[in-house]
């Protein structure tokens, strides 16, 4: 991962810069990733872009940080501020990449004294006076917006410092990833120039126990805050205060007792190829929110006792949507799908506030969740396209199904994923398998063809092991199962990172993995 950063721009809560394979079976689904912003990184590689004039002893002696020298971001920050206030460069830019501890950076500069200097005057120079604000590269954010947070005043008497400080307040809006800034000279006013680069709106926004609002009433008084809202926020602490703000807004509106909270939900990660699915759970504190009773329109009879029978260990409990969607995925549909009914779905949950006085359930919740339930199907027939690595006999055995049966999805699912598990422990990081089902209703029949992406083995490369004692390498390397150059076992990497973390005794270190597509190896990091 290469970030570009700079005197004034704000770097807490960025992801990590790997392409990363959470290896532990049991993956955390709620909590905050590690900041970067807090690791202590060696310097392995300093390289610096657009010197002229100034020699490179003469900018490491100005910026401070020297190779092999242990440092964090807001050091380089701090180089960043030395290089602008020695008045050598208009422009000091910096990116950045780390794998383990190791930490490479580039400064890109542009020489020339950001402050012109004035040509001699026999008398007292006029004083300078801002005469405009100019920005390139604003999208989501609006000039007014962007203005207001600069806190410069046009008409009042320039110094150069403030343009940092204005640098400063725009980050942290929130808004900018990157900011740069200058100015020029027009007659006795100065027109400040910021140049600057959005974050991403990427990291969905999840609401999770407003039940007294719509969807449409919620992202309505976000927008009051912030005018371009669409349900995604960049991926920093900033712009979810602000949406935390305008929500307990909207509950004190309402006349309800309540506080909101935010954190980070992360997704289940699964193969190598996995990522971690930020987003940002907003969810209501108070007293609590019992689930009252869960209706299931929709339903057939006999089915729907079933579904009530699966639903109990949620009755009584303090509500919280994203627990039922996820009950509702992992618990009730695999009901419908081992019974054929491949197409069922269950198309949303609604939550209201429970009307009656009844004091067993008192602030308590009524939760609607209406099912699609479609028809029953049996299993027709199987095709494989692209497949070398497995025979097809083998891959039908591994399925463990065959025709004329009830089409069990929870068994058809469960032999596609025993398919997978074979691929990658003969070192197929890179498989990919597209499923494409045709439903056949006028016979009630589901068929399958699989296309099969194979890719091409990998072999073990490196273990790499960061910020560890000798006792914790020793521990590692002592047992690790897999020599230099042989086929790569993904089960095998599984199983070991398993038994790491079942030794309670000992730190659990980060396990990554880092692939080397050009020379097809795969290299695992272990970082404390």
């Not at 900041?35 to 002696?61: C, H, M, Y």
């Not at 203005?147 to 900018?176: C, I, M, N, W």
């Not at 909207?250 to 006349?255: D, S, V």
Request: contains cysteine; aromatic residues 10%; hydrophobic residues 40%.
């Amino acid at each position: 991962m290469t970030i570009w950063d700079h005197l004034s721009v704000n770097r807490l809560g960025q992801g990590l810069g790997l392409l990363m394979l959470m290896l532990l079976l049991s993956a955390q689904v709620m909590g905050q990733e590690p900041d970067p912003a807090t690791i202590t990184f060696r310097l392995n590689k300093l390289e610096i872009v657009g010197l002229q004039k100034v020699s490179r002893e003469k900018f490491l002696e100005t910026a401070g940080p020297k190779l092999e020298q242990t440092l964090k971001f807001a050091d380089l920050r701090a180089a960043s501020d030395k290089l602008y206030t020695s008045n050598l460069f208009s422009k000091v830019r910096y990116r950045y990449s780390w794998t383990g501890d190791l930490l490479d950076v580039v400064f890109d500069v542009e020489e020339g004294s950001l402050y012109p200097q004035p040509a001699a005057s026999p008398g007292p120079a006029k004083p300078l006076v801002l005469g405009k604000i100019e920005f390139a590269g604003l999208q989501r954010c609006d000039r007014a917006t962007a203005t207001a947070a600069t806190g410069l005043q046009v008409g009042a008497p320039f110094e150069q410092k403030q343009l940092g400080a204005a640098a400063r307040r725009l980050a942290s809006t929130g808004y900018f990833s990157e900011i740069n800034y200058n100015f020029r000279q027009e007659s006795d006013q100065v027109v400040a120039v910021f140049e600057v680069a959005e974050f991403k709106w990427d990291v969905p926004c999840i609401f999770d126990n407003f039940v007294w609002f719509t969807r449409q009433e919620l992202h309505d008084a976000v927008r009051r805050q912030i005018p371009s809202f669409d349900g995604a926020s960049p991926d920093n602490e900033k712009i979810p205060d602000t949406i935390k703000a305008a929500l307990e807004q909207l509950l004190r509106q309402r006349g309800i007792a309540r506080g909101v909270n935010f954190m980070v939900s992360a997704g289940n990660l699964d193969g190598p190829a996995a990522r971690m699915k930020k987003e940002f759970l907003f969810v209501t504190t108070g007293p609590p929110m019992p689930v009252c009773q869960v209706s299931f329109p929709g339903a057939a009879p006999a089915l729907e006792k079933q579904l009530q029978s699966g639903i109990k260990p949620l009755l009584s409990v303090d509500y919280s949507n994203q627990q039922f969607a996820q009950y509702i995925e992992n618990m009730l549909l695999p009901i419908y799908r081992q019974r054929g009914y491949l197409r069922a779905r269950f198309p949303g949950v609604a939550a209201l506030p429970n009307p009656s006085a009844n004091k067993k359930c008192q602030n308590g919740v009524n939760v609607s969740v209406p099912v699609e339930e479609g028809s029953a199907y049996k299993l027709g027939k199987f095709e494989w396209v692209g497949n070398q690595a497995v025979e097809q006999a083998t891959m039908q055995d591994l399925l463990g199904m065959k025709a004329g049966a009830m089409a069990n999805g929870d068994k058809i699912e469960k032999g596609v994923n025993t398919i997978k598990t074979a691929y990658l422990n003969q070192g197929y990081l890179d498989l990919k398998l597209e499923i494409k089902t045709d439903f056949d209703d006028s016979v009630g029949t589901a068929n399958y063809r699989i296309l099969v992406m194979e890719g091409k083995t990998y072999r073990m490369g490196e273990v790499v092991i960061a910020n560890a004692s000798e006792n914790e390498q020793k521990r590692i390397r002592g047992k690790w199962p897999l020599a230099p150059g042989a086929v790569f076992n993904f089960g095998a990497v599984r199983e070991f990172a398993k038994k790491l973390s079942e030794d309670r005794s000992a730190r659990m270190p980060r396990v990554n993995l880092r692939l080397d597509h050009a020379k097809q190896t795969a290299d695992v990091l272990f970082t404390f």
